[in-house]
T-cell receptor, first 111, second 118 residues
Framework: QSALTQPPSASGSPGQSVTISCTGI?????????VSWYQHHPGKAPKLMLY???KRPSGVPDRFSGSKSGNTASLTVSGLQAEDEADYYC???????????FGGGTKLTVL | QVYMVESGGGVVQPGVSLRLSCAAS????????MHWVRQSPGKGLEFVAL????????NYADSVKGRFTISRDIPKNTVYLQMNNLRAEDTAVYYC???????????RGQGTLVTVSS
């Protein structure tokens, strides 16, 4: 069982927006604004899409945005494109010795 | 250009040891926290171990504590994961990543597959 809870799947048509949630507890998601999101295509390296809740690394389109409220963080993908189809994982810095925890992943399907 | 190449995986029997390597280039492993993260078949990503940039501290997942050890060789710019007493549940693709900011990880390699099976 993953430490952070994500829906197993999400979907949307090209051009639409989809939001993926990531729910933790007060000692991880709720503790700091150190939530990251990764895009993972099977067989490839996970790609950092957002960090510190809503910051985008260089090269990540502004169609990807993030937010957080309490113990739940969210990733929104606007203007869905076929290449956005992938698995998405959230992670959060945690006050425990484990340092960070991941969500179970959400498979995003572009219909 | 930043590169990280994982190697050392393979098929091993339960109870044996294996050492994974993460050879880095384009940056210094001593300037970043370096993580090992794994993905078991059909499952999500899981934190395994962290070597802090200063080198004085390491963190481990509860599931590997006491069995796995993370280390680094600064002249070789390489990070290692020594895995002892391997179990079937350690079967996974192992990735190394550099920490950009409090767990925001930059991954570049395709990982190395470890299969533990009798």
């Amino acid at each position: 069982q993953s430490a952070l809870t994500q829906p197993p799947s999400a979907s949307g048509s090209p051009g639409q927006s989809v939001t993926i949630s990531c729910t933790g507890i007060r000692s991880d998601v709720g503790a700091y604004d150190y939530v990251s999101w990764y895009q993972h295509h099977p067989g490839k390296a996970p790609k950092l899409m957002l960090y510190e809740v809503a910051k985008r690394p260089s090269g990540v389109p502004d169609r990807f945005s993030g937010s957080k409220s309490g113990n739940t963080a969210s990733l929104t993908v606007s203007g869905l494109q076929a290449e956005d189809e992938a698995d998405y994982y959230c992670s959060a810095y945690t006050l425990s010795d484990n340092f960070e925890v991941f969500g179970g992943g959400t498979k995003l399907t572009v219909l | 250009q930043v590169y990280m190449v994982e190697s050392g995986g393979g098929v091993v029997q339960p109870g044996v040891s294996l050492r994974l390597s993460c050879a880095a280039s384009g940056f210094d492993v001593s300037s970043h926290g370096m993580h090992w993260v794994r993905q078991s078949p059909g499952k999500g990503l899981e934190f395994v171990a962290l070597m802090w940039a200063h080198g004085r501290d390491q963190n481990y997942a509860d599931s590997v504590k006491g069995r796995f050890t993370i280390s680094r060789d600064i002249p070789k710019n390489t990070v290692y994961l020594q895995m002892n007493n391997l179990r079937a549940e350690d079967t996974a693709v192992y990735y190394c990543g550099r920490d950009l900011a409090y767990g925001a990880l930059d991954f570049r390699g395709q990982g190395t597959l470890v299969t533990v099976s009798s």
